[in-house]
């Protein structure tokens, strides 16, 4: 199934996927989790999805407090990573992490 995502007006906002792209899911419970390395060889742009509020962070060893950036619940955003970091997020609920191309 595909996590699609649509802007404030209901509008499908179109999600061009690398086929071979990182692709992750954490689950968390309330506490800070941390994603494996996106990519250890380049920087890149990656869309990140929660089904419930959230704080996330990026850095080579993150954590994610709450004071780090708020995501309200099935909101979207795309971000830049820099090559070899990693996305903290504080959530209690599901987290997704998906590469674009």
Do not use: W
């Not at 080579?60 to 004071?67: F, L």
């Not at 950036?69 to 599901?94: F, M, Q, R, S």
């Amino acid at each position: 199934m595909a996590l699609q995502i649509y802007d404030d007006n209901g509008a499908l906002i179109p999600n061009i996927l690398c086929p071979n792209g990182y692709n992750e899911l954490i689950t968390g419970a309330g506490s800070s989790t941390a994603s494996d390395v996106i990519n250890a060889d380049k920087d890149c742009t990656v869309r990140i999805y929660g089904k419930a509020d959230l704080y996330y962070e990026v850095g080579a060893a993150p954590t994610a407090t709450t004071s780090s950036n708020p995501l309200g619940a099935d909101v979207g955003e795309i971000i830049k990573v820099p090559k070899g970091h990693k996305i903290a997020v504080l959530i209690t609920g599901d987290f997704h992490i998906r590469e674009l191309t």
